[in-house]
Structure formats: C-alpha cells, structure tokens
C-alpha cells in the first residue's frame, strides 16, 4: 500500500463515500444506472477504497433519451 501520508491535502473519504452513494441511489429511483470510473473506480478496484488524494469521484451513465431530466431530478434532490 501507498504512504498517503506525504500527501498534504487529504480528502474525506467517508463524506465521499455518502455523497457517491447518494447519486447513486437518486439516479437509480429515477431510472437512471450510474457507475464510478476513471480514480474512483481505480482506487475502488486496485486497493479496495477511495484514495485518499483524490479529491473527486467520476460517475458514469449510459446516454438515453431524457437524460438531461434525470439528471435535473438528481441535482435537486441533492
């Protein structure tokens, strides 16, 4: 494993965790399967959690028709 500790600023993974669970969910109760991606699934998969130097999650989802509804919905309930 990686020392995190020569990494000045330090994410908080537990808020990140929520927050990626919580779109998750929104999205899923609208219809809409979401996904990590690029670090956040890196991290997810290559050391079995969120990196604590990354400071962003990506999410993914497949283009449909009224994505940009669904994702309205979502940034309100947020």
């Known amino acids: 494993m990686n020392d995190v500790s020569k990494f000045s600023i330090q994410s908080d993974v537990n808020k990140m965790a929520k927050t990626i669970q919580d779109v998750i969910n929104i999205g899923e109760s609208n219809g809409l399967t979401c996904w990590l991606n690029y670090g956040a699934l890196l991290g997810m998969?290559?050391?079995?959690?969120?990196?604590?130097?990354?400071?962003?999650a990506e999410l993914c989802c497949w283009h449909e028709p009224g994505i940009?509804?669904?994702f309205q919905i979502i940034v309100d309930e947020l």
């Open 68 to 70: 940009s509804q669904k």
């Open 45 to 56: 998969i290559r050391e079995n959690r969120l990196l604590p130097w990354n400071n962003d």
